[in-house]
């Protein structure tokens, strides 16, 4: 496995970002709502900018980071971290949603950003780190219990699937 780093998206991403979201469709979850501003990229860096503190996150989200997951120039991957919970992510989203390019899955990827998103957690002072997946979603299991997640219950989403909720400790 080549060594992965998390890089926050900048105007130099933007090809690569746009050819990362191809190849997802049309399973876009863990994306950051990139695909909504394809064509408005710059508008897309603003709004992680404003969901980056307190005093400019929109009232009905809470402070967020947003990382490319790259292996040198190349975007394999997503990790948004939540800083806090609301009812709507601590029922659902949990602290992190994180996504991987198709071509990079089964080979460990997966486990490596939720370990790093986990190094992330415990530098801005969360212990405990809420973690869902989609009861069916086994291979989203397989990393959430590759990293410790400890299964607290199941639960009835919004959209009728269950949901698992795992925690994690970020030590």
Same mark, same amino acid.
């Given at each position: 496995m080549q060594e992965i780093k998390l890089k926050k998206p900048t105007k130099e991403h933007r090809k690569e970002a746009v050819s990362y979201i191809e190849e997802l469709q049309p399973n876009l979850a863990g994306t950051s709502s990139l695909e909504m501003y394809l064509t408005k990229y710059e508008l897309w860096l603003k709004k992680l900018k404003k969901e980056e503190n307190e005093k400019t996150v929109p009232k009905n989200r809470v402070v967020a980071s947003t990382y490319f997951v790259m292996i040198d120039k190349k975007i394999i991957g997503m990790l948004n971290i939540r800083h806090d919970l609301n009812e709507y992510l601590f029922?659902?989203?949990?602290?992190?949603?994180?996504?991987? @390019?198709?071509?990079? @899955? @089964?080979?460990?990827?997966?486990?490596?950003? =939720?370990? =790093?998103g986990l190094e992330k957690c415990k530098k801005i002072g969360l212990e405990n780190v809420l973690i869902t997946c989609l009861r069916e979603n086994k291979a989203s299991r397989r990393v959430i219990l590759k990293n410790g997640g400890v299964l607290e219950n199941e639960i009835i989403g919004s959209d009728g699937n269950v949901m698992q909720r795992y925690w994690i400790k970020s030590n």
């Open positions: 029922n659902e989203g949990g602290h992190m949603g994180y996504s991987i @390019r198709p071509s990079f @899955r @089964r080979k460990g990827y997966a486990t490596k950003t =939720l370990q =790093l």
